[in-house]
């Protein structure tokens, strides 16, 4: 395992939390799943508290100092990254998880589905000229 990717994994398990259960994480709960160059990471990591699993990207940026992309020290923040507004991401944490059921629910659903969501939703097409 390379030095950069060491101070990635030692930086998460400094900073970052299960979103589920606020627990902090163990190195052998993070997997590395892909590496594209020096810069960017993607990880895997298993809450040892509630057992959620969690896909986490990490970018590594270079310093302002223009040294290279593999010779940047790894930026000790964690930053949350979403396109959900806080009121979104407080309205969906108090929904319960997805379940293994609710998965296989809507695999069979698409699985006989034949994309007509007008059909589906029970509406006709709207008219822009009449809006």
């Known amino acids: 395992m390379s030095s950069t990717t060491e101070r990635i994994i030692r930086v998460l398990l400094d900073e970052?939390?299960?979103?589920?259960?606020?627990s902090a994480y163990h190195a052998e709960d993070v997997h590395v799943l892909r590496q594209v160059d020096e810069?960017?990471?993607?990880?895997?990591v298993v809450c040892n508290g509630c057992y959620t699993l969690s896909l986490i990207r990490a970018i590594v940026k270079p310093n302002a100092a223009g040294v290279p992309a593999g010779r940047a020290p790894v930026v000790p923040e964690v930053e949350l990254v979403t396109e959900l507004t806080r009121a979104e991401r407080r309205y969906f944490s108090d929904l319960p998880p997805v379940e293994v059921d609710d998965v296989l629910d809507m695999s069979?659903?698409?699985?006989?589905?034949?994309?007509?969501?007008?059909?589906?939703?029970?509406?006709?097409?709207?008219?822009?000229a009449h809006d």
């Open 16 to 22: 970052a939390r299960c979103t589920e259960c606020g």
């Open 39 to 44: 810069r960017m990471w993607d990880l895997a």
């Open 108 to 128: 069979a659903f698409l699985a006989e589905f034949d994309g007509d969501f007008r059909d589906l939703f029970g509406q006709d097409p709207v008219d822009p």
